[in-house]
């Protein structure tokens, strides 16, 4: 009896710490990648990656957003990317804030640092019109099967925005269309799983969607990751097939508002010159260093 007591009271505390602590964590997770290139970058580019906002009470309000944007200036990025899902849809006990009212709240993030996103199924199942206008009034651009040229004080990167690949809005020929096949780029995409489908001079993937698997068991990793890619590959940065992938765990939650083993996340990517981490070409050994909770 004393045992059943025992892993009854770690089951009741662990479900309170999925639905009230966790979901309302924050970490910042940091990698650094060499990036390619016969046009060496001038200095180090970060990339702040803010993925899967889910606005709803009682997680992630208003007034948490505008810290995470907060936070996300104090990180000092040169470029933020957004891979969807701003809106909630069909999760227990949450209450969808307009976009209208939650995007809001990045604005002063857009004004100071050049912003990119893209549409999630979330939106789309929300009303996708209606987010991209919000995202527009926000002052951030909504890439919509398109690639374009972004010049920062590092250098200039090319950027590909594919269109939701959950709800078959993607257009792979569309997007690469005005990429040049000797440019390296950045593909974002709201799905990991283009990843394998993408032209070789794409060197970064950078998506959300899975939620890191959102809910994770010790021993065992993500339960669900909405995703037909290795189980492995739903969460962190990784190299497969000569490019890398970065698969963001994000900030909200959907399905049950928990999160466990798997807290909300925000991404910094800071890209060198190739020269600067490795000898020549793209490193196959990766450096990451997790910094501390922010709230």
Sequence with gaps: ??????????????GVYGLAIEPRRLIVRFHRLSWPGERMLAAPI?????????????????????????????????????????????????????????????EPLARRIPSYAVLGNHDYDYDGARVARALTAAGIRVLVNESLPIDLDGGRLWLVGLDDPVTFRHDLEAAFAGLPEDEPAILLSHSPDVHSFVPANVRLVIAGHTHGGQVCLPGFGPVVTMSRLPRRQAHGLHEVGGRHLFVTSGVGTTGLPVRFLRPPEIGLIELLPAAALAPVGFPSRLQHAPLQPAE
């Design 46 to 106: 970060r990339i702040a990656v803010l993925a899967d906002v889910h606005a709803a009470w009682p997680h992630m309000t208003v007034s948490r957003l505008a810290r995470i944007a907060r936070r996300i200036l104090d990180l000092e990025p040169s470029l933020v990317l957004l891979p969807g899902d701003f809106s909630t849809t069909e999760t227990w006990g949450a209450v969808p804030i307009a976009p209208e009212i939650a995007l809001a709240t990045l």
């Design 1 to 14: 009896m004393a045992i059943l007591e025992v892993f009854a009271a770690l089951a009741a505390a662990s």
